[in-house]
Nanobody
């Protein structure tokens, strides 16, 4: 019954910016990490950025310096600020949450349905 609600995707020109948001709600008692993945046409799913509950972050080399991930623990929400967008950033972006559901000691992964980002040249 955990739900992930994503927003912020869209169409932008090269050099523009977008901010993605993902809010987790439902029967979850602890979130260990949140992150964003993306899949471009003809390419594999790749990790873009991730952030732990302690605010430690990791970025793909291709986005480092341009993208910033952050989270609001009180709202169980993760954000991805994307600046200086390039056409190669075009992909469907998926929110991922790793946490422990209520009534369990087992960690699980939850996925959003994806939000498309298109960057025109």
């Amino acid at each position: 019954q955990v739900q992930l609600v994503e927003s912020g995707g869209g169409l932008v020109q090269a050099g523009g910016s977008l901010r993605l948001s993902c809010a987790a709600s439902g029967s979850i008692v602890s979130i260990n990490a949140m992150g964003w993945y993306r899949q471009a046409p003809g390419k594999q799913l790749e990790l873009v950025a991730a952030i732990t509950s302690g605010s430690s972050t990791n970025y793909a080399d291709s986005v480092k310096g341009r993208f910033t991930i952050s989270r609001d623990n009180a709202k169980n929400t993760v954000y991805l600020q994307m600046n200086s967008l390039k056409p190669e950033d075009t992909a469907v972006y998926y929110c991922n949450v790793r946490g422990i559901p209520s009534g369990s000691f087992l960690r699980r992964d939850y996925w959003g349905k994806g939000t498309p980002v298109t960057v025109s040249s």
